[in-house]
């Protein structure tokens, strides 16, 4: 059974982050932890929260773009809105990475070239010298 509240301590080895980024995030307004004096205590909704930040920042996406995403979320809609706004921000991302890919083997395929032509030209230095 999953518990209902975490602390701080069981958040962080459950998803292996510092205590420092849970309270990062709760400084930017992503997590709401529970506030017992200096305790925090993370409840379902911010364990669900922390997964689609982590998720997001894995993809590339800035914290506030994360959370525009997370703001969208709706009981009344079971979080649909959110889901499809996601889905069109994966899209937007998923086309940007295959242009840093296509850009990026570009590049290595003009450095293999040159690395081809100077290690040309080292040849040529051997044998003329």
Known sequence: MTKEVMTIREMCDAFNVTPRTLRFYEAKELLFPIRE?????????DRARLILILRGKKFGFSLEEIRQ?????????????????TLKAYHVKLAEMEAQKQALTELMTELEDEIGFVERRIEGLKRDG
Not at 69 to 85: F, H, K, T, V
């Open 69 to 85: 995403l997370l703001n969208l979320y709706s009981e009344e809609d079971g979080g649909e809105a959110q889901m499809r706004n």
């Open 37 to 45: 004096g200096q305790k925090r205590l993370f409840t379902k909704r």
